[in-house]
């Protein structure tokens, strides 16, 4: 028996929320205590996660001029490429528990679990509870999600704001008032706190529902639009206006921008130079990235999501995600215009539509864990598009698109799980099997508990991909700059483990440097050095940062050293923070409180290891990729004459900042030519107290 839906009526929606169903709060419960306990397990596993945030971190628990600029280190030489409303979060943390890696860490873990509440209350709202728990769920268990709210990447933050956005616009959209109008502006300005002009990209889609569906006549509606985007305005400013105002010099210097201005970092390394990839300053030779961004970030397309880089961390449900607005707005049939069903149906779809675009055609950096922002957008479609779809089962068309839906997910986790062969194989073949008869079962009219059969099968299929490299991403230690959720997938762009001779590499996707050589390490058409390859077990450490044993110099494009030497005691890379010895700590900490930094050393990265073993101030020279011109090198001249600084370590290394123009090769060679050098446990120091005779 199945209950059919009259093809004329339209869907209404209830003025009010749905009422609250007998299982809607322990299901709930469980969801969010289930995402919290996942969340937790062998969370110290990523230790310090990304070094270059936990030393801001750590900085700022010391000092807070640093809490409020973003500094890098307590002495305040320069702040953090991004502004610091994520470093805040942890930084409170650490100030009350004392730094660890759990105090740092659990505030991105109640992000993520706070992110997947949020998300539920807003679906709810306008499809409820059975909507709201799928979206939760597929939420908690995207993979790139589990790896990003387990990291102090200020991605948490991010997508827990701009996900409140997405609530206030749907309370607005309900009764119109001017509160959540500007309610939601002050949550994406804070948004472009965390990461910038990322948090604009869902700010077309919350204006166009609003315009369409909110309550209030046209002209009030653009007025509170208005309205939204100076709170907009107001929240993110007063920090830019506070920056750009404080003198100069005596604040530190903006990371990330070749003339200390945070409007220059906003609008260029962070802003338009991400779309087109004229980035000065980045890790690109020259400081800019190939036009088209066919280079180390892979290749621009509609397809991108689903590349071999990308795909296994978001692309999973993308496909029903894509159908789900257009079968959702034509059962909305001739609804009103305040509808809140289609208003959550544009915004949802909006979100997923510019953020996916931009995502899959922008030239400048681009890693594998922004897809994040897309996780919120893919969550709620899915989640509504299978009540809609069991709702109107009895329609022919709703079928159709069923089943189109369920076998374009099976293609999609077959291609996925394609590519990592040997993880799970069994998995593949089961989805595919499931994923054709799930789809041919849909095509027919069944009765409710076949269909309930076809539903589960149908969550199998989504979900099964996904759980399992959640789980792989659960029980694997991530850190570095660049992290990557789930096993390893031969093929991808951009920055990537580069197995046993190097934590990281620059490799094109056909598994070969930019040189044309073969990379050293596990990866394909690649075999180490040594002559001995590299074991799936070396080629996830690598991934994540660790150090498998052998060489680890680093790969180098062009003088650019990649990975860096994170053995202990090295000095660290780009994309590594430094590994210092018991021996090296113990130097920099005698007498470490006389000086203003302990010791100064080229990059970002190299500086966080030994500030975050010692937790005394590490000058970075040159910010993250050793290229901005901070401090100069009269500046640092100054620093040494006033006996501010102790060690100078030499091996530190950045992006374009190694070339022999750059302001920390000349402090470089200033410093080797009039101190004497000394190796300790094979790094290699200058006292800069102790000058040549």
Not at 15 to 33: F, Q
């Amino acid at each position: 028996m199945t209950t059919t839906i009259a093809p004329s009526s339209p869907i209404e929606l209830e003025p009010t929320a749905p009422s609250r169903k007998r299982w809607e709060r322990p299901a709930l419960a469980v969801l969010l205590l289930g995402t919290l306990v996942a969340y937790l397990i062998n969370l110290s596993a990523n230790g310090w996660a990304n070094d270059f945030y936990a030393a801001a971190v750590q900085a700022g628990s010391q000092s807070w001029t640093a809490f409020f600029f973003g500094s890098s280190d307590a002495a305040n030489s320069i702040t953090v490429d991004k502004p610091p409303a994520s470093l805040w979060v942890m930084e409170l943390s650490v100030r009350l528990f004392g730094l660890s890696s759990w105090s740092m860490l659990v505030p991105q873990v109640l992000l993520g679990v706070g992110s997947v509440a949020v998300l539920w209350a807003t679906v709810r709202r306008s499809f409820g509870p059975a909507a709201a728990l799928n979206a939760g769920t597929v939420l908690a268990v995207t993979p790139v999600a589990v790896l990003m709210f387990r990291f102090n990447n200020p991605e948490a933050l991010l997508v827990f704001l701009m996900t409140a956005a997405a609530w206030a616009m749907t309370r607005a959209v309900a009764d119109g008032r001017w509160r959540w109008l500007l309610l939601t502006g002050a949550l994406i300005g804070f948004g472009f706190l965390a990461k910038q002009l990322q948090v604009l990209l869902v700010v077309p889609p919350l204006a166009l529902t609003y315009l369409i569906a909110g309550p209030p006549k046209l002209g009030k509606r653009v007025a509170q639009l208005f309205a939204a985007g100076a709170a907009m305005v107001v929240a993110a400013g007063w920090w830019l206006l506070a920056v750009e105002l404080w003198p100069a010099g005596s604040r530190p210097w903006i990371g990330g921008s070749q003339h200390n201005s945070i409007i220059e970092l906003t609008l260029g390394y962070n802003g338009l130079g991400r779309l087109n990839g004229n980035e000065t300053g980045s890790v690109g030779p020259g400081g800019e990235l190939p036009a088209g961004g066919n280079g180390m970030w892979g290749s621009t397309g509609i397809t991108r999501m689903f590349d071999a880089a990308q795909g296994g961390q978001i692309a999973w449900l993308i496909p029903a995600a894509l159908v789900a607005p257009v079968v959702g707005l034509v059962l909305c049939g001739r609804a009103r215009r305040t509808d809140r069903r289609r208003a959550a149906l544009i915004l949802w779809g909006g979100w997923l539509f510019v953020t996916g675009l931009v995502f899959s055609f922008m030239a400048g950096i681009f890693h594998q864990y922004y897809t994040v922002a897309l996780a919120p957008a893919v969550a709620a479609l899915v989640g509504i598009g299978a009540v809609q779809a069991w709702g109107a089962r009895a329609r022919l068309w709703v079928r159709g698109a069923g089943a189109v839906t369920i076998g374009l997910t099976t293609a999609t986790a077959w291609m996925l799980l394609s590519r990592s062969a040997s993880f799970q194989p069994w998995l593949r073949w089961s989805i595919l099997v499931v994923g054709v008869i799930a789809a041919v079962a849909f095509l027919f009219p069944l009765a409710r508990k076949q269909s309930v059969i076809v539903a589960l099968a149908a969550a199998f299929i989504g979900l099964a991909g996904p759980i399992a490299y959640s789980v792989d991403t659960l029980a694997s230690a991530h850190s570095g700059a660049i992290p990557i959720a789930g096993p390893n997938v031969g093929g991808m762009h951009g920055m990537r483990p580069g197995g046993d001779d190097g934590p990281m590499g620059m490799m094109p996707g056909d598994g070969t440097r930019p040189d044309g050589n073969s990379p050293g390490g596990a990866v394909p058409g690649g075999t180490p050095p040594n002559g001995n390859p590299g074991t799936a077990d070396d080629v996830r450490a690598a991934r994540n940062g660790a150090s498998t044993g052998g060489a680890t110099d680093g790969t180098a494009q062009g003088g650019i050293a990649i990975g860096g030497d994170q053995r202990m005691g090295g000095a660290g890379g780009l994309l590594g923070g430094s590994k210092p010895s018991e021996q090296i700590v113990t130097l920099l900490e005698a007498n470490g409180d006389a000086y203003t930094w302990v010791a100064a050393t080229v990059g970002s990265n190299s500086a966080a290891g030994y500030q975050l073993a010692t937790e005394l101030p590490v000058m970075p020279i040159g910010g993250f990729n050793g290229s901005d011109p901070s401090p100069t090198l009269e500046q640092f001249q100054q620093y040494v004459a006033d006996g501010k600084v102790h060690y100078f370590i030499a091996g530190g290394r950045g992006g374009p900042g190694g070339n022999s123009e750059s302001t920390s090769s000349a402090i470089t060679a200033w410093v080797t030519a009039n101190y004497t050098e000394t190796v300790v446990d094979g790094v290699t120091l200058y006292d800069l107290t102790q000058p040549k005779p």
